[in-house]
């Protein structure tokens, strides 16, 4: 396939490196461009009026339109029963997160749910979300379990995601969070639970091969840094590597713990001080930032700015979940960042695409338009500029969105 007169090809890069600090705020781009397709696989880009001959190939014209690489969402919930509008709207008479999570409501509420859902209907319920994301530019996502919190409820959750990989041209990548909720019944008895993740779920997933991260939600009131260290050691000892839910209500150690525990990446970071930045700056662990949690719960947005300019490189992703951050709407959180967290359009693009890559180990396939990467790719309807995107915030800029070669 080979695409033509496109207006812009945006992500070019001849390598894949994390960006960091200054690096963010470029996006390499062709103007007028032409890309050629093999299959899944990117093959050749140029200037139009480089293109060679050309040999019967089917072809695209995009004139008028720019082409991106498209999202890398490095942390989802997509897996999940029905919804919680109704929690919704106690948050907004008042009643905060940490309060509806002690009566049972939160995770729990989603795990009752799912407990009882049957694994079909689970599925079903993810493939649309699954689609209706792709349609945004969604070209791979890493999914969690964690509204399991019984062996089989959470063995069920990763068949789910497992099916979902099979089916699904979008890549996926697994995560086993067992550790996202004490259940009601170990609420005095946090070592049972403990337990019953690292010596009885943890090995099953490592043995059927579910999932390639462990992650947990380390937060006072929900898995303390000891209790954490736990879920880290059993990942370990498993060969799973490691992300962390940190930093979401307080500053509580989880950035230190997850950095010294070689985490891929640090998640949610709403609580950051200067000594959390500065452990960052000095090892390989990725912040990702996740902005519509902070907007859907009216915390603080995480100080994105502080961070790049502090050096750091960062990732952006969804949190799609249903008590958190109910959508998966990548287009809207780049405009949620740079206008709340004041990225620069090149820099919230790079952290949803190349970071994200890295942040969820598919860099060498995907996040950026490079020969021998597959061709996944966001078509945008004739806008005038690139920070067009994220201004029209409540437009649907995209045109079309081509996975692995196939619209
Ligand atoms: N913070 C922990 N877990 C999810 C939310 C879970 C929920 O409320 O259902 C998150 O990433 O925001
Ligand atoms: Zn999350």
């Not at 089917?58 to 929690?87: K, M, Y």
């Not at 309060?99 to 993810?126: C, F, P, V």
């Not at 259940?183 to 070592?191: A, I, R, S």
Request: with cysteine; charged share 25%; proline share 4%.
């Amino acid at each position: 396939m080979l695409i033509k007169n496109i207006k812009e090809l945006f992500g070019v890069r001849e390598e894949t490196v994390f960006l960091k600090g200054k690096e963010m705020d470029s996006l390499p781009s062709i103007k007028n461009a032409f890309l050629r397709i093999e299959g899944d696989t990117i093959v050749d880009y140029g200037q139009m009026e480089d293109l060679g001959p050309q040999n019967g190939e089917e072809e695209i014209n995009a004139e008028g339109q720019f082409i991106l690489p498209a999202w890398c969402d490095s942390h989802t919930h997509l897996v999940f029963d029905g919804s919680r509008e109704e929690e919704f709207v106690d948050k907004i008479k008042g009643v905060s997160y940490e309060e509806i999570a002690r009566k049972g409501g939160g995770i729990l509420n989603s795990a009752k749910r799912l407990q009882e859902a049957s694994e079909d209907s689970l599925y079903e319920q993810a493939w649309k979300r699954l689609q209706e994301v792709k349609k945004l530019g969604t070209g791979a996502i890493e999914i969690k379990s964690g509204y399991g919190l019984t062996v089989d409820a959470e063995l069920k959750m990763l068949r789910v995601i497992k099916r979902l990989k099979e089916n699904a041209d979008v890549e996926i990548k697994a995560t086993f969070l067992g550790a996202h909720a004490y259940p009601m019944e170990y609420k005095d008895n946090h070592q049972g639970y403990l337990d019953l993740v690292c010596k009885e779920m943890m090995p099953k997933v490592a043995q059927e091969g579910l999932a390639e991260y462990v992650d947990m939600f380390c937060e006072a009131g929900f898995f303390g840094l000891e209790e954490s260290q736990q879920v880290i050691d059993a990942a370990k000892k498993y060969g799973l590597k490691v992300k962390l839910h940190a930093n979401q209500l307080q500053n509580s150690g989880g950035v230190q713990l997850g950095v010294k525990n070689g985490a891929v990446s640090v998640d949610h970071l709403e609580c950051m001080g200067e000594e959390e930045i500065e452990v960052l700056r000095n090892s390989d662990t990725i912040p990702t930032l996740l902005p519509f949690a902070a907007f859907f719960l009216r915390f603080p947005f995480q100080p994105a700015r502080k961070m790049i300019d502090a050096g750091l490189g960062v990732a952006l992703a969804t949190d799609y979940n249903p008590g958190s951050a109910p959508s998966g709407n990548i287009p809207l959180m780049i405009a949620m960042s740079c206008i709340q967290m004041k990225m620069t359009p090149e820099e919230a693009i790079n952290a949803a695409t190349i970071n994200g890559a890295f942040a969820m180990g598919v860099e060498k396939e995907m996040g950026s338009i490079t020969k021998g990467k597959k061709a996944n790719l966001i078509f945008t309807k004739p806008i005038p500029s690139l920070a067009y995107l994220p201004y029209a915030f409540g437009s649907n800029s995209i045109d079309k969105v081509l996975i692995k070669g196939r619209f």
